[in-house]
């Protein structure tokens, strides 16, 4: 293993390469950061890959208070009313501190920004660019920026494998570079690593988004929050795909509706009717399907021969498919999309480590409760990685001690997705999950390939069995009902095997703990 240069010695280390690690390494000029991704920069990651846009009250007919209320109503009670509330009066601000930063937002003939509707937004107010092409030019103009930041360095192709953690205090992080595995030394560590989708077999997620961070966190000892509330998208694409192609929510907020296969409505006697929360739209597309049926989006008559221009990336998605919008209806169904989970961390953005910070999709703040509003991640990575920055940079430096270890072998999460998407999908019951516990305590106890990815697996297994009503994105189908009092859940790793262990015997598989 080979000790990183002395130049980038306790240095902070962002692990992460989207907005949320972007922005945290520009938040933090001038002081020196060192940013890893596992690929080349800005070829991989859920932002590249937004559409939609960016939420925040920018309208002259909105106010933060009313994003705020849209973003407590969609999580269902379960959000943490200060942080919204702290996010619904930064996300403007945001917004405009990006548009200086150099994104190109659609604007408006009198130079306003054009604001968009999406589902459980009560006013128009998502900041989109070229269409549905947020995430590509937002990260345009992130990698630039970071690019002529001279204080942020970016190590590409550096795939962040386990934290060295003594004392519940961070004092490394072992990566494997081009050039072999290599340790940095380093006190402060922020966790930008994104979702989960590569955990489940449908997703709209890059592969590569599998949940590497909160391994890395969970294998620390760290807590991780929420991690039953997985959000599936009503409307990915319904192809072979694999990632399956989205099918934006904007789309319905331009007037496109949810039909059946006999051309019938079904949304249309459901509060908020196609623009109903997401965890609403996708249970209602997978009853429909699990009783034959099949869901798609008509978009011929309220958007027409519009589509094209309007929603060029969904567009181009359709015809490769051979499916004309402008014509005939999409088939649609749901797929996994974003993580409500995360590490859970602290108004700051800190974890239960000392010294591990995290940041955007990876990380748990309680801003989405038990779903997340539409387009509101994008803006909340972008408001996070200033109060994270400013975190990092406020941190008493500690005394720096390195102790070499071996760097595990590289993750692979194709065993963990059949048995993940089984258990816990739209609707979950306690007997799948009990056996999906089993076995996913068997695979992370294991030294093998599917060891990391089945951690984060079992957590996301293990806290929805616990959750016994429904709430949110997560539905149980032996406890429909919604709990008496909401709250927030929290798990540490050895939690995880604790409650795999007590698992009836009928279910359970040999299952001990495991912890690096
Ligand atoms: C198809 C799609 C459309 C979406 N549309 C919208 C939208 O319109 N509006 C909105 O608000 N949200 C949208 N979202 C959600 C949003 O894009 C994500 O939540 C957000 O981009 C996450 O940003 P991030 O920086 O946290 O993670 P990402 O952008 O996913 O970046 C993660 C980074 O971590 C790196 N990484 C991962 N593991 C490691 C490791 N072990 N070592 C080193 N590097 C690692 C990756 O290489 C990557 O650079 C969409 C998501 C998808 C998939």
């Known amino acids: 293993m080979t000790a990183t240069p002395f130049a980038f010695r306790g240095r902070p280390v962002v692990v992460g390469a989207g907005v949320a690690g972007l922005m945290t390494a520009l938040e933090l000029a001038p002081r020196p950061v060192v940013v890893l991704t596992k690929t080349l920069l800005g070829v991989e990651g859920s932002t590249l890959w937004a559409q939609g846009g960016m939420a925040a009250a920018l309208g002259p007919d909105d106010e933060p208070a009313l994003h705020a209320a849209d973003t407590v109503a969609a999580g269902d009670g379960l959000c943490d009313a200060a942080i919204v509330d702290r996010f619904a009066r930064a996300a403007p601000e945001a917004i405009r501190k990006l548009a200086r930063l150099g994104v190109r937002f659609d604007r408006k003939p009198d130079g306003g920004f054009a604001l968009g509707l999406e589902a459980a937004h009560s006013r128009s107010r998502i900041a989109h660019v070229g269409g549905d092409g947020a995430g590509r030019e937002l990260m345009r103009a992130l990698v630039a920026a970071a690019r002529a930041t001279a204080s ?111 051309g019938q409505r079904f949304m249309a006697d459901v509060r908020g009717e196609e623009l109903a929360p997401r965890d609403v739209v996708a249970r209602a597309i997978w009853r429909l399907r699990a009783s034959g049926g099949r869901a798609f989006l008509d978009a011929t008559s309220a958007i027409g021969a519009k589509f094209e221009a309007r929603f060029p990336t969904i567009a181009a998605a359709c015809r490769a498919a051979r499916i004309d919008p402008t014509r005939e209806p999409i088939p649609v169904r749901p797929a996994q999309h974003y993580h409500m989970g995360g590490i859970a961390v602290d108004a700051e953005g800190r974890s239960s480590v000392s010294g591990l910070w995290a940041c955007g999709e990876a990380a748990s703040s309680g801003l989405h409760g038990a779903n997340r509003l539409a387009s509101n991640s994008l803006a909340e990575a972008a408001v996070d990685a200033a109060i994270v920055a400013r975190s990092v940079d406020g941190a008493k430096p500690q005394a720096l001690r390195l102790h070499p270890a071996r760097a595990p072998q590289a993750s692979d999460p194709a065993a963990v997705r059949a048995i993940l998407s089984r258990a816990a999908g739209v609707a979950r019951d306690g007997g799948a999950l009990s056996a999906a516990v089993g076995a996913l305590a068997d695979l992370a106890a294991s030294n093998g390939p599917a060891a990391d990815p089945a951690a984060v697996a079992l957590m996301i297994a293990v806290a929805a069995l616990r959750r016994e009503h429904s709430l949110g994105a997560h539905y149980r189908t032996d406890f429909p009902s919604p709990p008496k009092a909401r709250e927030r859940s929290r798990l540490t790793l050895d939690e995880a095997f604790a409650a795999a262990a007590a698992v009836p015997p009928v279910f359970a598989r040999r299952a001990s703990g495991c912890r690096a």
């Open 152 to 262: 942020v360095t970016i190590l590409e192709s550096f795939d962040a494998r386990r934290l060295l953690v003594e004392d519940n205090a961070v004092r490394g992080l072992i990566a494997v570079g081009p050039s072999g595995p290599a340790l940095f030394a380093t006190d402060r560590v922020v966790i930008a690593t994104g979702g989960i989708g590569g955990l489940y077999a449908e997703s709209t997620n890059p592969l590569g988004s599998f949940g590497q961070g909160l391994a890395l966190a969970a294998r620390a000892g760290a807590a991780l929050a929420d991690m039953e509330f997985v959000q599936f998208h009503p409307t990915a694409l319904d192809v072979s795909l694999r990632p399956m192609p989205l099918v934006s929510e904007a789309v319905r907020g331009e007037g496109a509706v949810l039909v059946d296969e006999r």
